[in-house]
């Protein structure tokens, strides 16, 4: 069983960077991928990056542009999403998630946290 709670969204300018942090508690939890989604309004859930129980893998989709970075310190059981040059098209619900998995495109994740908000002006 993991826990997983996101902090950092807010308010930002576009044009600025931001960095999402995750707690995944639990006494398994270093054990787990990390990823992190978004969703949008009005659009589906979709992976933005995961990362590997060490954090020597990781993986992003095609479509974040290379804008995106996740690190993880499991000394301090968090996962992080660096976000570079923020656009108004990132404003979503960011969500951090845990599962035995590799990281790579699947999106079936077991656990899930409560998400982040995050708006980008113009």
């Known amino acids: 069983q993991v826990h997983l709670e996101e902090s950092g969204g807010g308010l930002v300018q576009a044009g600025v960077s931001l960095r999402l942090s995750c707690v995944a508690s639990?006494?398994?939890?270093?054990?787990?991928?990390l990823g992190w989604f978004r969703q949008a309004p009005g659009k589906k859930r979709e992976l933005v990056a995961a990362v590997s129980r060490s954090g020597g893998t990781t993986y992003y989709p095609d479509s974040v542009e290379g804008r995106f970075t996740i690190s993880r310190d499991n000394a301090k059981s968090t996962v992080y999403l660096q976000i570079h040059n923020l656009k108004p098209e990132d404003t979503a619900v960011y969500y951090c998630a845990a599962d035995d998995i590799a990281p790579g495109p699947s999106t079936w994740y077991d656990y899930w946290g409560q998400g982040t908000q995050v708006v980008v002006s113009s």
């Open positions: 639990g006494p398994t939890s270093s054990e787990y991928t």
